[in-house]
């Protein structure tokens, strides 16, 4: 097993100079040295082919006793320093101060193909940060992170991947509910790969202390290695590196309301600096088109990061940012300008990806106000988003009956569907009928682009569970199967007919379905 390492994180940066394992504030440092804990029984659960490649891996070293060693932490690769990374983070709008890599180590950044991969094992055991959790993942939300990293890669959305999966063989206290009930699970290590795994709070961390020395070294750091098409840092490159960041936030969100994706934990710690999905813990994907829902119970009372609130939060995480760098630039104005920015580009962002999802791609004024009579309609009565989306491409121009019956799979309770919702969703295709004839696209080209931007496939909250329930159990195949389903969510692929359908009656209250904690 041959891997190009290329590290520049650890050899570029400030090191925490104290090498012992024992929790503890940083200071001056943007991380720690520290070496995976040595799992009892490791085992290979799932590989990511893809994800193999991209490292410049084989099929045959992934099945080798060395990967397994790696990439469970049993051993360390030659030439190479692991450590966890300091943050902090503001968590649910307060200051939490330093967090950090908890349970997670960095083993190396490797080049393949003129790309850079940082490889991070999660729950590979307590670090500096660990607080009072134990630096340990389950293999429940191990298999959640592993299958939705790669699914969200496959939609297109940017995100951190997944290499692999493993067991530990050790055991995993975890309190499930937060009820008093902890119970034992068997423990697992991810594998995630990204880039760079730079958060917001990585640093707002050196803004906290005034430690602008720190500060300046990493945010140098950042555009030398991943802002690279920028100049010599200087304040006026700064600001170009907020707007980028900015950006890329923004392009990210708009995929997650695209396709229904709640992330749940949206704190500043969860936010990176690439603009990736990171970090994923108690997220959902709507299943009824409800803009209030989230999957966090954790977040239940206030739904802070609610499916509709996902933009602005990120909005609000940029200010934290903003805030964090702004004794570098110095210039409130500016960085209030790109903030302002934001919202108006998301404005537009927002309004050409739901026109995407409804096939228009010419102008028309009243756009806006088709999409949001529809976004109304569509929560009158609980109605499954991805198939609503997926089988409107099936309408056709010249329809003179009513679309509702081409969508008509996607509603949960047909009988709460009274004269008058009727009554609007039809007014609602008609104008729908009247704005398409404006497009120039055929019926078959209109379904085509749509497929394109509306997944047949998810990875909805059941079909995680089943994967998790059958590994429990030492099956596996469940999780080969969603992995490789959702390697093509915009394709038919009529084999997997069955993943296209609404959430089952016993998920609709099932812990893990609809109800997910921070528990991990
Ligand atoms: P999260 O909300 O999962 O992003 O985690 C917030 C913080 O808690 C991060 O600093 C994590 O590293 C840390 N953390 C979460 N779970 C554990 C754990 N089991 N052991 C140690 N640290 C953890
Ligand atoms: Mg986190």
């Known amino acids: 097993m041959k891997l190009n390492i290329k590290d520049t994180f ?38 990511s082919p893809e994800m193999i490649e991209a490292i410049g891996l084989s099929e045959e070293d992934s099945k080798s006793e060395e990967f397994l060693s790696i990439f469970s932490g049993k051993e360390v690769l030659d030439n190479t320093k692991p450590y966890a990374m300091c943050y902090a983070g503001h968590q649910f709008g307060n200051w939490a101060g330093q967090l950090g890599d908890g349970r997670a180590i960095n083993l190396a950044e490797i080049e393949h193909d003129s790309k850079k991969w940082t490889l991070q094992l999660k729950g590979a055991g307590e670090t ?70 730079l958060r917001f709070g990585s640093f707002e961390i050196f803004a906290a202390s005034q430690d602008l020395g720190t500060q300046k070294q990493l945010i140098d750091f950042t555009i030398k290695h991943h802002f690279q098409h920028l100049e010599t840092p200087s304040k ?23 396709i229904g994706f709640v992330h749940g934990v949206m704190n500043t710690d969860n936010m990176s600096i690439l603009g990736l999905t990171i970090d994923y813990g108690p997220y959902g ?57 934001y919202r108006m ?25 088709l999409i949001e009579e529809l976004e109304q309609i569509l929560q009158l009565t609980e109605t499954d988003m991805t198939i609503f989306f997926r089988n409107l491409s099936n309408y056709l121009k010249e329809e003179k009956v009513v679309g509702l019956s081409i969508v008509s799979e996607a509603f949960y309770q047909p009988t709460e569907i009274t004269t008058l919702i009727e009554e609007r969703w039809k007014k609602w295709f008609l104008q729908y009928r009247v704005r398409l004839q404006k497009e120039a696209l055929s019926d078959h080209e209109r379904a085509t682009k749509m497929n394109r931007v509306n997944p047949k496939y998810v990875l909805r909250n059941y079909m995680a569970q089943l994967a998790i329930d059958a590994a429990d159990k030492g099956d596996y195949s469940v999780i080969g199967e969603l992995f490789d389903v959702l390697k093509k969510p915009y394709e038919e692929q009529p084999e997997y007919q069955k993943w296209f359908a609404k959430r089952p009656e016993w998920a609709r209250h099932k812990v893990g379905c609809s109800m997910l904690s921070c528990s991990s």
């Open 10 to 47: 650890n050899t570029e940066l400030p090191a925490d100079p104290v090498l012992e394992n024992y929790r503890r504030q940083v200071k001056k440092a943007c991380f720690s040295f520290v070496t995976p804990r040595k799992p009892s029984k490791p085992s290979l659960i799932h590989v």
């Open 236 to 258: 006026e490159v700064y600001l170009q590196f907020f707007k980028e960041v900015t950006t890329k936030s923004l392009e990210m969100v708009i995929h997650w309301q695209r």
């Open 285 to 341: 994907w709507l299943e009824g088109y409800d803009h209030g829902w989230t999957p966090n119970t954790t977040d239940n009372t206030h739904k802070r990061y609610r499916f509709e609130a996902q933009p602005e939060i990120v909005q609000w995480n940029l200010y934290q940012l903003a805030n964090a760098i702004f004794p570098l630039i110095e210039d409130a104005k500016s960085l209030e300008s790109i903030l302002i920015h």
């Open 128 to 197: 500096p940060y660990s607080r009072s959790a134990d630096g340990l993942a389950v293999l429940r939300s191990s298999i959640r992170e592993y299958l939705c990293s790669e699914a969200m890669f496959h939609l297109g959305v940017p995100t951190t991947r997944a290499l692999s999966i493993v067991l530990t063989g050790d055991e995993v206290l975890r309190d499930v509910l937060y009820n008093g009930n902890p119970a034992y699970e068997k423990g697992a290590i991810v594998c995630r790969t990204s880039p760079s795994f």
């Open 345 to 369: 580009d998301f404005k537009t962002a927002y309004l050409e990806m739901m026109k995407s999802k409804l096939g228009l791609f010419s102008e028309d004024e009243n756009d806006s106000k």
